[in-house]
């Protein structure tokens, strides 16, 4: 029956046909044998897919890990996490000081005090400042030169929020001239050590009110608040001269210079892109080009992390200026009105001067970039880079065995197992991120810093490090990177005492009641936990908290939410008790949003309310300060407030481990022009990618030159 | 015929509305709004957030939200929030990756279900019925991740063979046919996971079909005339068990579009089944509301396709 | 209503002859049949032995001191394999495992996952038998109301306010609070009219403005068989993972969003049945008897439409349990402190190569327990299927 043999060989065929293609297919060891394209190209893995490939716009990892091949920026910082000249080839940073003449104050040893005798009386003092003590004497020889500005009158409208909603306000200014101070480096206690010259109320009493007049009246301290914004008594401005790089090119050929910097700046900037950024450079006020290779930003005032902000991707502005993109909207049939960077094609075919150069991306599968040849630098060894999406972890580690990944960012309990294959080397460092336990600081037990602390001190966080985390992390001890000179290393970490804790707990009034819950004027210490699902980490905590706390009589109740959930109706409405989450850190010591006593609204970082005048003065000081020195003693007084409130139980930074191929070294020309082999080698700070340029992979693992 | 084909019609077009309205309502009236940036983001600022509202139309009323997202599907302009690309296109791509494994895993499923179906029926009760009836349901009972964990494990661990992705990663420069063969590989371990399941219904229903066309009294009277047995159930029973199967084809249809979201994140294949997984994580409300959309019209294309064959099929319905 | 014409009573003169009642009640008559197949036996004997560890699960697995604490986390002893003894030196007292053994091992925080796996039994079912009784109370509801009553009109006058109704709540819910108010307004507007309407012009004929609003739509059956065809138009799993993604996570939620999604099956089966019994002799009879129209229903009918229900109810269990693993597998599936089965499973994925048994503990025992669920509801299937029954 021909119909009975059909229905028999049919599948049978088909399967055959299947299964025969597992003879074409290379396993583990063929894939670097039988093809030698597969080792000059360096395949890594990333969970989830990029967004948009343009470094203005995007916010997540997979795109930034894309973006810092294909780019690069002005600086970015070293071995030693100091800053670096990359596009820019040296920079200076100085300042420029206003204040506007006070006719109201009477300056001592001056007669009257027009411009010209205050200015000469700077003058003089900065010539000889020897006759003065310390602090001042130091501001004063910091002064360059000293000009006058005459005095102006202008128009301005001011929008502000009235009692009738969004208003407008014309308002008529009048201001009298202004002294021009050149510093040569950034001081901002110039103003304070110019007091002893000019008066102590110099400042402080110039009237601002006096020199505006507005068509409508507004409430004093709105008038007081524009007058201010208008005419400030002082300004700091500081200045920061990128010297370019001569020579850069782009990966289409276009020459970089300072146009391209500029232009960088103003898309950021512009509201139509959108851009996460904005806020970065919020405090910049203008960008000049002085020549296509100088370019001069100043700054409305101080702000020291502004200097990193410069580790951005500049983006080629001939691709993407105003007439690029019309032109591009045209070409697609748009509107040109509402086309902008975000819409441009760019996103996903981006230009830089990175050392790679785009070469496609298919969503969800994987971004390929080849080498970029006229890389200022010299080209990479590597002449292909791609990252593989693969959103699940273990299929990563198939992957991995498999060959088809070069690293693969390995499990806190996978460590063990797999330090020990002869086939990888492995590298460790710590993160930038740590994790915590807040406690929302406006709800009745945890106002008392005692109860946070003993809450602590019931957790034992080196056995959660030790099982937990399978000994993959650090103890930390407050907001800094650890890696950083800003982490003070003074601070010991809370320890694990439960019977300390119950003593803390008792001298805050609670007490062990009949069946052994803590309880203070008959109420129990009782609340609830809470974190985002789908960590497993946090979970792990969450389950290890409220055991440890159980057994102090605390009663907690836990919950787990889904994470915009968490985020949306918890975090930011500040409905919660205690929660365990996780910052990422920049290295930059700012913590003006997570821990300045202005930002514990809604929707705000400061979501613990956590709010301590002397902890304000310095994150404003060191955000100021551009002398790394004194912003370091400023981190660690600021480290040990915070350390001693314990608004967070600060628990631990992560370890990372990734492991490599043992065939991937460092390939260099040697002093004779032949390749030298090295081991990979970490750097202080565990970046083991930071000479990712020269890695090459190689078919066997070679002898290696001595390590000087 | 006619009547039937244009009652049926606007029938469907009102199913669709309605689905339309359930699904555009079930995703905005829950809990959470779209994060177009890491709220967690130190750098992120509530003016930020208002901006993409106003950006994605979400400052305004249901109604018009609604009118906006379908006025934008029917032109083809609807955008993702998550990359600003076009939607359909999006969707047209990660179909043709979910093509081939649509495609081997329906064959697969076909060709083996009707003799694995037929001869457990011919063979009721007897040894490879009762066999294949158990694998059918450990098949429809094994949780489908479980299962493919355990293959990936083995085949990787036994073998040293990349299993994961659409083709071997940075194959590049080898021969045309290496790289097919190496293709087909790769469909193999996700292709039988999805049709495991389809296998086990099917062969199950294939088997209940012939039993009952078996009992049927033209198939007793072939049998009596003494025609031999292959003849019987080859070409009296089968014929006619073969009957409904006809109008199944129709039904495949939305199986182009659903994929199988798990299978396709373990095996890292980027096709329809996982982008809508990361639609709904990332909250991309016109993608998840699209592929919505558009397997509906399939459900709805389908379920009319089986209906037609069926009229022609079966000469007993008539209108 | 059709009147019960077609009914054939017996008229007076006849010899009534002595009824003969079956045999065999209708349960012994299927447990002959279902006894014959080895699989559904085993099947119902694993069911019945699920059914029994997840009570006794329950038991030792709840309250505040349980004798098995699934929750009691000891990281000193993560990851131990199973059949493996505690370290009694690290383990405070009232940590120590009853059994004195970790008898499927620990997970990665050193719960015992023998505790898990009977806390999970208890949950699993539960997750199972609610989501499905609720999509067979769903169904039976909708089913019957279409089978039976199908046929009835549904009017201008019926829909009309409905809908006006429907929409002002959906637009209250959106916000528009406006347009919401005046819709409510009009669709009780509507209602006043039609019912004065029908006051007043009781005796006289209607003017056809206001016929119209008695104008016939649709049936009630149609009214259900559309709303089936909608919910139809969604891939399942895909509904209840975007349903189960945007909603907080919870055990509830996960329950009765698998219910939701899945009445349409049982819907269609009681339609069908009920539209074929209603046309039957006994049915008729009992009408023509006057037995109210409930009791018909629910006594006479139910019973007989049943036996499908119980097979989809018996398969429904199975994949809703497969759901709810899978669910678990994308991180959705029934949040802590819950254990289920699936995120057992699923939670012991990422220690694969280091501790296979927080994989295949789960793994099997979910495979088993939904195979004998399948099994036995095939061997319903069988036994409970006149067709088949007949041959034997």
Redesign the interface.
């Given at each position: 029956m021909l119909t009975r043999r059909l229905l028999i060989i049919a599948p049978a065929v088909i399967i055959l046909i299947l299964l025969q293609s597992y003879f074409w297919v290379p396993s583990y060891e063929q894939q670097t044998r039988g093809n030698p394209d597969r080792l000059v190209q360096y395949i890594t893995a990333s969970a989830g897919d990029a967004s948009i490939l343009n470094p203005i716009l995007s916010a997540d990892t997979a795109s930034s890990q894309i973006q810092s091949q294909v780019f690069d920026s002005l600086i970015d910082r070293d071995k030693d996490l100091h800053f670096r000249g990359r596009l820019a080839l040296s920079w200076d940073i100085y300042e420029e000081a206003f204040f506007h003449m006070n006719p109201t104050a009477a300056v001592p040893g001056l007669s009257s005090s027009d411009p010209e005798s205050v200015a000469g009386l700077i003058r003089s003092a900065a010539q000889t400042p020897g006759r003065w003590s310390g602090a001042v004497a130091e501001s004063l020889a910091n002064i360059q030169a000293v000009t006058i500005l005459p005095s102006r009158t202008f128009s301005a409208t001011h929008a502000f929020k009235g009692p009738e909603g969004a208003q407008q306000v014309d308002a008529q200014i009048s201001a009298p001239a202004r002294v021009r101070l050149v510093l040569n480096r950034v001081d901002q206690d110039l103003f304070k050590n110019l007091e002893p010259l000019l008066g102590a109320e110099y400042f402080s009493s110039f009237p601002s009110d006096a020199f505006l007049s507005t068509d409508v009246d507004l409430p004093p301290e709105q008038l007081s608040v524009l007058a201010e914004s208008m005419v400030p008594a002082v300004e700091h401005n500081p200045i920061i001269v990128f010297h370019l790089r001569p020579g850069v090119r782009f990966h289409d050929g276009h020459v970089f210079d300072a146009g391209d910097v500029k232009f960088t700046y103003e898309a950021i900037m512009n509201p139509k892109n959108l851009s996460p950024r904005v806020a970065d450079y919020e405090p910049v006020k203008a960008v000049e080009v002085i020549d296509p290779l100088t370019v001069k930003i100043t700054y409305k005032r101080l702000y020291s992390p502004a200097i990193g902000t410069w580790g951005m991707g500049i983006l080629p502005e001939h691709l993407l200026n105003p007439r690029a993109l019309r032109e591009e909207a045209e070409r697609l049939d748009k509107d040109p009105a509402t086309f902008t960077l975000r819409q441009s094609r760019f996103g996903r075919n981006p230009v830089g001067c990175g050392p790679f150069r785009f070469t496609s991306w298919k969503s969800d599968q994987y971004i390929r970039l080849t080498r970029f040849g006229d890389y200022w630098e010299g080209p990479p060894n590597y002449t292909q880079y791609a990252v593989r999406i693969i959103p699940d972890?273990?299929t990563q580690?198939m992957e991995f065995y498999a060959g088809t990944i070069d690293s693969y960012q390995v499990?806190p309990?996978?460590v063990a197992?797999l330090s020990e294959d002869a086939r990888f080397q492995n590298f460790s460092g710590i993160s930038f991120g740590y994790t915590y336990i807040g406690y929302n600081m406006r709800r009745a037990p945890f106002k008392d810093p005692r109860v946070r602390k003993a809450l602590g001190m019931a957790i034992d966080v080196d056995?959660?490090i030790?099982?937990?985390l399978h000994g993959q992390g650090e103890r930390i001890t407050g907001p800094f990177v650890k890696q950083t000179g800003y982490y003070n290393h003074d601070i010991s970490p809370l320890p694990y005492d439960p019977e300390g804790a119950l003593e803390l707990l008792e001298s805050a009034g609670w007490r062990r009641n009949a069946s052994g819950w803590l309880e203070k004027d008959g109420r129990r210490l009782a609340f609830t936990l809470i974190t985002n699902?789908?960590n497993?980490l946090r979970?792990?905590i969450?389950?290890?908290a409220q055991?440890a706390w159980k057994k102090i009589g605390v009663d907690v109740r836990?919950d787990?939410?889904?994470w915009s959930?968490f985020i949306q109706e918890r975090v930011n409405k500040l409905d919660f008790d205690a929660l365990i989450l996780g910052w990422q850190m920049g290295i930059d010591p700012d913590l003006y949003q997570i821990w300045h006593s202005s930002q514990t609204g809604p929707y705000q970082l400061n979501f613990v309310g956590f709010e301590n005048k002397e902890a304000d003065d310095l994150i404003i000081k060191i955000r100021q300060e551009y002398d790394h020195r004194k912003q370091v003693a400023y981190c660690h007084r600021l480290h040990r407030i915070i350390a001693e409130a314990q608004p967070y139980n600060f628990l631990y930074v992560r370890k990372w481990t990734a492991v490599l191929d043992k065939r991937i070294v460092i390939r260099e020309q040697g002093p004779d022009g032949s390749p030298v082999y090295r081991k990979i080698t970490p750097t202080k700070t565990g970046d083991y990618a930071y000479d990712f340029n020269k890695w090459i992979k190689l078919p066997g693992v070679p002898v290696f030159a001595q390590d000087g | 015929m006619i009547s039937f084909i244009g009652r049926s019609a606007v029938?469907k077009m009102?199913?669709?509305f309605?689905?339309s309205i359930?699904?555009f309502?079930?995703?905005h009236?829950?809990?959470?709004k779209p994060s177009q940036v890491d709220p967690m983001n130190p750098k992120f600022t509530p003016e930020m957030v208002e901006r993409f509202r106003s950006e994605f139309h979400l400052d305004k009323?249901?109604?018009i939200q609604y009118l906006y997202f379908y006025r934008d599907l029917f032109t083809g302009r609807t955008v993702s929030w998550k990359d600003n690309q076009s939607v359909l296109l999006k969707i047209w791509e990660r179909f043709l990756n979910s093509l081939p494994l649509f495609i081997v895993g329906t064959i697969l499923t076909w060709t083996l279900s009707f003799p694995v179906g037929i001869r457990s029926a011919l063979q009721r009760g007897g040894n490879f019925d009762?066999s294949s009836?158990?694998l059918a349901?450990?098949l429809?009972?094994?949780?489908?991740?479980?299962f493919a964990?355990?293959l990936i494990?083995f085949v990787v661990t036994q073998f040293q063979v990349p299993v994961i992705g659409m083709e071997t990663f940075g194959i590049g420069s080898t021969s045309p046919m290496t790289r097919f063969m190496d293709r087909i590989w790769h469909l193999l371990l996700p292709s039988v996971l999805g049709a495991t399941a389809g296998i086990a219904v099917l062969s199950?229903y294939v088997r209940s079909q012939m039993?009952?066309v078996e009992?049927q009294d033209y198939v007793r009277t072939a049998r009596a005339k003494g025609l031999p047995p292959d003849q019987v159930h080859y070409k009296h029973a089968l014929r006619n068990a073969l009957l409904p199967f006809v109008t199944m084809f129709g039904l495949i249809l939305?199986g182009l579009?659903?994929g199988s979201?798990?299978t396709e994140?373990i095996f890292s294949w980027p096709g329809m089944?996982r982008m809508?997984?990361e639609a709904?994580?990332a909250?991309d409300y016109p993608v998840?509301l699209t592929?919505?959309f558009i397997?509906?019209v399939l459900?709805?294309i389908g379920?009319f396709i089986s209906d037609l064959l069926y009229l022609v099929v079966d000469p007993r319905i008539r209108l | 209503m059709s009147s019960a014409t077609h009914s054939q009573t017996a008229s007076p003169g006849d010899v009534i002859e002595t009824p003969l009642g079956p045999t065999r009640s209708r349960f012994q008559q299927f447990w002959v049949l279902f006894r014959r197949n080895s699989?559904a036996v085993s099947g119902l004997a694993i069911f019945g032995l699920f059914f029994f560890t997840a009570v006794v699960g329950l038991l030792v697995t709840s309250g505040t001191q349980p004798l098995l604490d699934p929750?009691?986390?000891r990281?000193?002893e993560?990851?131990k394999p199973p059949l493996s003894r505690p370290n009694l030196d690290t383990l405070r007292p009232g940590e120590v495992p009853p059994l004195g053994v970790y008898l499927f091992g620990t997970d990665?925080?050193?719960r015992d996952v023998f505790a898990r796996m009977l806390q999970g039994a208890w949950v699993s079912l539960t997750v199972g038998f609610v989501a499905v009784g609720i999509s067979v109370v769903i169904g039976i509801f909708l089913g019957g109301i279409a089978g039976y009553f199908g046929q009835a009109a549904i009017r201008v006058d019926h829909m009309l306010p409905a809908f006006l109704l429907l929409f002002g709540v959906?637009?209250w819910?959106?916000?528009?609070k406006g347009s919401a108010i005046v819709l409510m307004g009009l669709g009780s507007g509507v209602v006043i009219v039609s019912i004065a309407a029908q006051k007043i012009w009781r005796k006289r004929p209607m003017p056809v403005f206001l016929n119209a609003l008695r104008f016939p739509v649709l049936t009630a059956d149609t009214l259900i068989m559309?709303l089936v065809?909608?919910m139809?138009?969604?891939?399942s799993?895909?509904l209840i993972?975007?349903?189960v993604?945007?909603?907080?996570?919870s055990l509830y939620n996960i329950m009765i969003v698998i219910g939701l999604t899945s009445w349409m099956g049982t819907t269609r089966f009681v339609r069908a049945e009920f539209l074929s019994l209603r046309e039957q002799d006994f049915v008729l009879a009992a009408r023509a008897l006057g037995i109210r129209t409930y009791r018909i229903i629910f006594r006479q009918m139910m019973p007989n439409a049943i036996a499908p229900v119980l097979v989809s109810a018996t398969i429904g269990i199975?994949s809703a349990i497969?759901t709810e693993?899978?669910l678990s597998?994308?991180?959705?599936g029934v949040?802590?402190?819950h254990a289920t089965w699936?995120n057992i499973?699923?939670?012991g994925?990422?220690?694969?190569?280091?501790a296979p048994w927080l994989?295949f503990v789960p793994?099997i025992a979910?495979?088993i327990v939904?195979?004998s669920f399948?099994?036995f509801g095939?061997g319903l299937r069988d036994a409970l299927n006149p067709?088949?029954r007949e041959?034997h």
């Open positions: 972890p273990l580690e499990q309990h996978q197992r056995k959660i030790r099982y937990v699902s789908g497993q979970q792990a969450l389950a290890v055991d836990t787990l939410l889904e959930v | 029938q009102i199913t669709l309605f689905v359930v699904s309502l079930i995703i009236l829950a809990p959470g009323p249901l109604t009762r009836t158990f349901y450990l429809i009972s094994i949780p489908g991740f479980f964990y355990v494990i199950r039993l009952e009992g939305p579009i659903g979201v798990i994140s089944g809508a997984y709904i994580l909250r998840i592929v919505n397997s509906a459900v709805l379920t | 699989l929750a009691q986390v990281l000193q993560k990851l990665n925080l050193g959906a637009a819910i959106a916000g528009a559309r065809d909608i139809l138009c969604f891939p799993f895909f993972l975007t349903v993604a945007l909603l907080p996570a199975a497969l693993a899978g597998f994308l991180g959705f949040p802590p402190p699936g499973l699923s939670g994925k990422d220690f694969i190569f280091d994989t793994g979910i495979l939904v195979l399948n099994l095939e067709k088949l041959r």
